[in-house]
């Protein structure tokens, strides 16, 4: 059983000899954790969308920003939370719209996480460096068999998420 202690609104909870902090930041969920070793610190952190959408069941969806630094690796990940449209000449992966705040779109193709749910966008570490100074993220995306969605990032405290990331992946 750990110890959970709250700190200017950071609870802190100490499991065994590792540390892990959950912080707010915006509406940032933030999660920080020692490596088993002991030398690296890893975080992960995730923003909700401004709006749900309905998936092809009808059941509603919060697709999640997640930004994170593990084991030294940067990840820039949207998980959908329902099934991604299969693109014709794509394996595993999807074109995707992004614009942050009010910049031109970006098109890129996103590989698809283990479930076909999630979207890892390449180059990760240049996308955390982007989104710094950013207030919005705007991402486009097939979803599977209702088409074309639009989902919104309010990034109210990215630069602090950004600051983190780049601090644990040493970049």
């Given at each position: 059983?750990?110890?959970?202690?709250?700190?200017?609104?950071?609870a802190v909870a100490v499991v065994g000899l590792t540390w892990s902090a959950?912080?707010?930041?915006?509406?940032?969920?933030?999660?920080?954790?020692?490596?088993?070793?002991?030398?690296?610190?890893?975080?992960?952190?995730?923003?909700?969308?401004?709006?749900?959408?309905?998936?092809?069941?009808?059941?509603?969806?919060?697709?999640?920003?997640?930004?994170?630094?593990?084991?030294?690796?940067?990840?820039?990940?949207?998980?959908?939370?329902?099934?991604?449209?299969?693109?014709?000449?794509?394996?595993?992966?999807?074109?995707?719209?992004?614009?942050?705040?009010?910049?031109?779109?970006?098109?890129?193709?996103?590989?698809?996480?283990?479930?076909?749910?999630?979207?890892?966008l390449p180059k990760p570490e240049k996308w955390v460096k982007s989104l710094?100074?950013?207030?919005?993220?705007?991402?486009?995306?097939?979803?599977?068999?209702?088409?074309?969605?639009?989902?919104?990032?309010?990034?109210?405290?990215?630069?602090?998420?950004?600051?983190?990331?780049?601090?644990?992946?040493?970049?």
């Amino acid at each position: 059983m750990g110890h959970r202690r709250w700190t200017a609104g950071i609870a802190v909870a100490v499991v065994g000899l590792t540390w892990s902090a959950v912080a707010m930041a915006g509406e940032w969920v933030v999660d920080r954790e020692a490596t088993p070793d002991g030398q690296r610190t890893n975080v992960v952190a995730s923003l909700d969308a401004v709006e749900p959408f309905q998936d092809w069941l009808g059941e509603e969806c919060r697709p999640r920003l997640v930004l994170s630094c593990e084991d030294g690796a940067t990840r820039v990940a949207v998980d959908v939370g329902s099934p991604l449209e299969v693109e014709v000449g794509r394996f595993h992966q999807s074109t995707v719209n992004i614009r942050l705040t009010k910049g031109k779109a970006k098109t890129v193709v996103a590989s698809h996480n283990d479930e076909g749910e999630g979207l890892l966008l390449p180059k990760p570490e240049k996308w955390v460096k982007s989104l710094a100074g950013e207030e919005l993220l705007h991402v486009q995306f097939l979803a599977y068999r209702i088409g074309p969605q639009e989902v919104h990032f309010e990034l109210d405290g990215i630069d602090a998420v950004v600051d983190d990331i780049r601090e644990a992946c040493d970049w």
